[in-house]
C-alpha cells in the first residue's frame, strides 16, 4: 500500500467526482484526486503551523520575543509601586514611582514600617497628632522621596532604615531625601564656597543676634540706626 504523492501547497479546491468519472485509482487517479487535495491542504496547514510554533514565521502583527521593536503606542500591564523586577513598566507606573502621592496617618507614639508598595510613591505626607517621637521604616532599597511632615504634636519624625540611620524632617517641612540602600540621607548641599549672583537674600536676624546666622542689609541698617541712637544718648548725654 502506498501513500498520496502530497505536496505542501493550498489546492483552490477539492474535485468533485462526476457520475461520469471511471473509477481509478493510483497516482493521478480521478477516484484520488479530491483526496490529494485535501491531503494538499493539510500539508500545507501543518507547514504553517510547525513554523508559527517555532519562531521561524512571525505574523506582522505579532512582536518577536527577542529584541523586539515597537511601533505605534504599544501599552503593558499596570505594575505595582515598589516592584524591582524584570518586569516592563508603563508610564503609569514611572509617573506614580516619581511624582505619585502617599498620604499615612502616623498618630501616636509607635514607629511605622512602609512596606514596598506604600514607599513607593515619590511624594510621601505623614499626618496625624503625635504623642512620642517616632520613626518612619522604608525599605533599604535605593530611592528618593519627598517627605511632607504635616503632624502636630511636639515630637520628631524621622525617616530611616531598619538598621542604618535616617533624617529627622521638621514639622511643617518638605525634605528631600533619599536612600542609598542603607541609610536614608538629605538631598542638600553645604555649599562650600558658594559664589552667590544675582540678588541673594536672607531672613532678617534678630535683634542683638550674634552667630553665623547669615546677615542681610536689613539687619546690617538696624544694627547701625540702634548704635546711631546709642552714640547719640552717650554724647547727648
Excluded at 25 to 39: D, H
Excluded at 97 to 119: C, D, E, F, I, P
Aim: net charge negative; proline share 5%; charged share 15%.
Amino acid at each position: 500500500m502506498a501513500n498520496q504523492p502530497e505536496q505542501i501547497q493550498w489546492d483552490e479546491g477539492v474535485y468533485q467526482l462526476e457520475t461520469t468519472d471511471p473509477v481509478q485509482g493510483g497516482v493521478g487517479g480521478t477516484s484520488n484526486r479530491p483526496i490529494l487535495n485535501l491531503a494538499n491542504r493539510t500539508a500545507y496547514l501543518k507547514d504553517r503551523q510547525d513554523k508559527l510554533v517555532s519562531g521561524e514565521t512571525i505574523p506582522p502583527t505579532v512582536a518577536p520575543k527577542n529584541s523586539p521593536e515597537f511601533t505605534g503606542t504599544p501599552t503593558a500591564p499596570d505594575v505595582t509601586l515598589g516592584d524591582r523586577s524584570g518586569k516592563i513598566a508603563n508610564t503609569k507606573f514611572v509617573q506614580d514611582t516619581v511624582h505619585g502621592l502617599s498620604s499615612l496617618n502616623v498618630s501616636g507614639n509607635t514607629n511605622v514600617t512602609l512596606g514596598a508598595q506604600k514607599a513607593g510613591a515619590g511624594v510621601q505626607v505623614f499626618t496625624g497628632v503625635l504623642t512620642g517621637n517616632i520613626a518612619v521604616i522604608v525599605p533599604a532599597e535605593q530611592k528618593s522621596w519627598i517627605v511632607s511632615n504635616r503632624t502636630s504634636g511636639a515630637f520628631s519624625l524621622t525617616i530611616k532604615t531598619a538598621a542604618g540611620n535616617g533624617v529627622v524632617v521638621a514639622q511643617g517641612k518638605n525634605a528631600e531625601l533619599w536612600c542609598d540602600g542603607t541609610n536614608v540621607l538629605q538631598s542638600t548641599n553645604d555649599y562650600t564656597n558658594a559664589a552667590l549672583t544675582g540678588t541673594p537674600t536672607a531672613p532678617t536676624a534678630a535683634t542683638g543676634n550674634s552667630s553665623q546666622q547669615v546677615a542681610n542689609t536689613e539687619f546690617v541698617q538696624q544694627t547701625a540706626n540702634e548704635m546711631a541712637i546709642v552714640y547719640a544718648i552717650i554724647l547727648g548725654g
